[in-house]
């Protein structure tokens, strides 16, 4: 099935053509990167984390949104997700290979990376990340891969397939709770040092995931030749909304819990993100901008009449993804580094080679995402036509 990527309008073919101009300039940036070390960055000694994690950090939700797909369709019979859950699979293949590319250039040197196979450390939460990112992949590599096989043929599923299904529910969730527990396992960081770290990221991965499926259904409906049908993008919406009132909950959950304590360390951080701290407010316009577009985006899926409508439905979708992309990504990783343990206030602004080398990745995403997608509705296409 792989030639069917190899087939497209002019189109398809434009895109294909943008995304891998953005990646090679990305690559560059990346190489004078190698050559000139992660100081040609905006990352410093008291912020070691910054784009690159929080892009990683991002993905990895929208990988795990792939579960709210195959749950419904595999285990409570929902028949409506049966055309789409191989989009669901294919948008976490891309995005797990961006939040491996995001790790890979952010450790500087790529020697870095092999130290984590020859000398894995059980004990060490970022070598289970690797392998429960590893097996993700994996996983919905193959299930992806073999269900639009059977697909293209009109024959079920092999038997073998299904306990790989069933596996990658807890396996979805697991890559998240994995990915919380690095940050809220780092006791000298207290923005971090919270128990509902996991339930938070959680919540914001079923919220951007399908979000950013419901848009790619509307785009293939529109220019794909392909439609996932009413009943399954809006079934999606109702999770979107919930997923992201809950999100919603848990920061306001977060702010009752730290401003009502009146603990410094812990106030310190909310006070840098919504309103500054000692002149140093580089992220506050970010935060707000993120709590206007999430209530904005919660107001229109939670209306019927509204989100039955497509124009506010990919409105919405669209606030949702980049609010949650505010949240989880800026507003997660670098307020955990400002102030530092010591009081000592660091801002941190990303370069132009750093921002060139995060867009190349998702340039790269993207491009796997299209030649996937490509293959699934030319496979649609033909089954429908014959």
């Not at 306001?252 to 000692?278: C, K, R």
């Not at 316009?285 to 899926?301: E, G, P, R, T």
């Not at 506010?312 to 507003?331: D, N, P, T």
Request: net charge positive; hydrophobic share 55%.
């Amino acid at each position: 099935m792989l030639e069917k990527a190899l087939h497209g309008s002019l189109r398809y073919w434009i895109g294909i053509a943008c995304l891998t101009l953005v990646f090679c300039a990305g690559f560059f940036f990346y190489l004078l990167q190698l050559d000139c070390g992660l100081g040609i960055t905006g990352m410093s000694r008291d912020v070691s984390w910054g784009l690159y994690i929080a892009q990683f950090t991002f993905l990895v939700g929208v990988a795990a949104s792939a579960v709210m797909l195959v749950l419904p369709y595999y285990l409570h019979d929902y028949k409506a997700f049966g055309q789409i859950t191989v989009l669901g699979e294919f948008l976490a293949v891309s995005a797990v290979v961006m939040c491996i590319l995001f790790v890979f250039v952010d450790l500087g040197r790529p020697s870095r990376v092999m130290n984590v196979l020859l000398h894995p450390q059980p004990s060490s939460l970022l070598f289970w990340d690797m392998v429960v990112l590893s097996g993700y992949l994996l996983i919905n590599l193959v299930i992806g891969w073999v269900i639009l096989s059977c697909a293209k043929k009109e024959i079920p599923p092999p038997a073998w397939a299904k306990p790989i299904i069933y596996l990658s529910i807890p396996w979805a969730i697991s890559i998240h709770t994995v990915t919380a527990f690095i940050y809220a396992g780092l006791p000298g960081r207290s923005f971090w040092l919270t128990a509902i770290m996991a339930p938070r990221f959680l919540a914001s991965a079923f919220a951007s995931g399908p979000a950013l499926l419901i848009l790619v259904c509307l785009i293939l409906k529109r220019w794909g030749r392909f439609d996932a049908g009413e009943k399954a993008v809006q079934a999606l919406a109702k999770i979107v909304a919930y997923a992201l009132a809950v999100s919603i909950f848990f920061v306001l959950v977060e702010l009752f819990t730290v401003f009502y304590s009146q603990i410094p360390e812990h106030m310190h951080h909310f006070q840098y993100l919504f309103a500054g701290l000692d002149g140093r407010h580089s992220l506050v316009a970010w935060m707000w901008a993120f709590a206007v577009l999430a209530i904005a985006a919660f107001a229109i899926l939670i209306l019927p009449g509204v989100r039955r409508q497509e124009g506010w439905l990919a409105l919405a979708c669209v606030l949702v993804f980049v609010s949650l992309w505010i949240e989880k990504g800026l507003g997660l990783v670098i307020p955990g580094f400002i102030p530092s343990p010591l009081g000592a206030i660091t801002e941190y602004t990303p370069t132009g080679p750093e921002i060139a080398i995060t867009l190349g990745v998702w340039a790269a995403g993207f491009l796997i995402l299209t030649l996937l997608y490509r293959i699934f509705t030319a496979v649609h296409f033909e089954r429908e036509n014959r």
